[in-house]
């Protein structure tokens, strides 16, 4: 999946994969309040004179409108939608909002949002595997309204693993913007910001299914638009790549506080693993629908000794297992998500605090030029040889790239590591490249020095040790450099890497800002990243090591292949940092490790 924005109407107008427009202040958020408060059906028209022609025999709807329009209505006003009557129908007509919905009729799903629905945004579209194009209402009227701007480059950032949305809004409220808005705005105008810049104050999904009678048609995703509005007898079906959304409480806003409008903490809660099981279900269908190709895929890797590879030899996900494992997140006994590119789920736990604010896995990349429908991808894997790197492999093999293996011999203290990865390359039939550095300077960290002592620490002191002696300067800019020369001399589409939770509390090269702007400098200074564009995916980003395990085991990675240990040797040291934890995220998965055998 890659994470566009929109720069032109015309490149909204031809766009055919998943489509998401965002209007902060009004149309997205009033559209938004409008189905959260109960409505069943909301129509959003981009011409006022059509609109006018609708209501004069549709006079039951009641009109919300930043526009002039002859009917009787109301202000485009997310506080006023919040109090509506959820018996009666609702029809939105306003000056960019409507306009950049109606103009994405060859979008495979159009959804609306802002900061209101902001997670909702996030979890449908980190599950996708179609291309996503973030549309900026503002793109249909001026940039002065930054705000559409803002949330949309916080979405794409929050999707691909950094950043806060929460500072995108504490950006716009120093703007001159804000202050117009609210000083010079409708009446409503303070009580529509305190719902529009409220993360998740109207947390429902909202999809628009477009009429044949040139209007469109507000509704849940995950529930049919109703079939009388849509010119057909028969309603729409859901795209299967949109995960379903509950239906939203009659009643979310509360009448005796209206000025801060919260949302009921208890509908929340109760519609959170609802929403989380929907997600998940669908994207277990995209997964069974891709596995029949996957295997087919597989069997060219099949390797001499006639083990099968990481796609055969997954075993199809069962649908049980991995949705109670999900809602097991919420009390923090969460598994992995290993068979389909979705959002990786949250480990909560002490040592890895930064987990609790960033909740997206990482796919860093520029949108990839569309090479034919049927050529299969190709990715360099940067590979050691040790746990996470050797479940990056199995991952990328099961979700159908074909694979070359790079590895890195930078002067380490010994060769285990890249005799490992020679070994499970080996097996595998992934073609392996082995790359050797002589860089003195490298002498300054204790995993090239010998005569340096590696860090023996309690494991729960090592997240916070800072950055530790067996950090190598610049290791993963190098190495990203290199797989990226490599990426460009063989053709393939992506780069991936193991950075993980666990250690970019401590590598300043693992963080999620690095593999960002490294993905950046790699789009803009490879041949292929500017003609075609680079994906730089770092899947066990928010994974800990125990999640890691899991997914490691339900891919069939051969545990007692793989090497941690930072010493060498015939066995693994069980002092350095990488052992203990390995052993803390065995413990936890509650999986044997075979290579302690």
Known sequence: MNILVAKSIAECEQWEDIAVVVDVLRTATTACALLQRGKKELLV?????????????????????????????????????????????????????????????????????????????????????????????????????????????????????????QNAIMEFHNTMRYVEFTKQGPKTADKDAKLAFKLNSLPVLAQVSFSK?????????????????????AAAAEPASMPAMPEAPADPVSEETPDNQ???????????????????????KVVK???????????????????????????????EDLLDSVLKKSAKES??????????????????????????????????????????????????????????LYWALAHGYTCEALTVSYGQRHDREVLAAQMIARNLGVKHHLITLNLPWLECCSLVDKNKTLPDIAVEAIPHEGIPSTYVPGRNLMFLSIAGSLLDAVGADAIIAGPNAVDFSGYPDCTPAFFKAAAEALNRGTKTGVSEGIEVLAPLMRLSKAQIVKLGAQLKVPFELTWSCYAGGKKPCGHCDSCKLRAKGFAEAGVHDTALD
């Open 45 to 165: 028209f981009d011409d006022p004179a059509r609109a006018d022609v609708f209501l004069q025999t549709h006079s039951q709807f009641e009109v919300y409108s930043d526009v002039q329009l002859a009917a009787p209505h109301k202000d485009n006003s997310p506080y006023l939608a919040s109090k509506a009557d959820a018996r009666t129908p609702a029809l939105l007509v306003t000056h960019c909002g409507t306009k950049a919905i109606m103009n994405l009729q060859k979008a495979s799903a159009v959804l609306l949002g802002g900061f209101c629905n902001f997670d909702a945004l996030a979890d449908a579209l980190s599950g996708q595997t179609k291309d996503v194009l973030l549309i900026p209402a503002a793109l249909y009227g001026t940039s002065d309204d930054v705000e559409d701007g803002l949330c949309v480059a916080a979405l794409k950032d929050y999707i691909q693993g950094v950043g806060k949305p």
């Open 213 to 233: 009678d040139g209007f469109g048609v507000c509704h849940l995703a995950g529930q049919a638009a109703p079939a009388q509005w849509l010119g057909s007898t």
């Open 262 to 284: 919260p949302v009921q903490q208890a509908a929340l809660k109760t519609s959170a693993s609802t929403r989380i099981k929907s997600l998940f279900s669908d994207i277990l």
């Open 289 to 319: 629908e891709e596995k029949a190709e996957l295997e087919q895929d597989a069997a060219a890797l099949m390797h001499k000794n006639g083990k099968p590879t990481a796609a055969t030899a997954e075993e199809e996900p069962q649908s």
């Open 335 to 392: 598994h992995p998500q290993p068979a389909a590119p979705a959002r990786a789920p949250q480990q909560a736990e002490p040592e890895t605090p930064a987990l609790q604010e960033d909740k997206a896995s990482v796919t860093l990349s520029k949108p990839l030029a569309s090479s034919g429908a049927d050529r299969k991808k190709k990715a360099i894997v940067l590979f050691s040889g040790g746990l996470d790197s050797t479940t990056c």
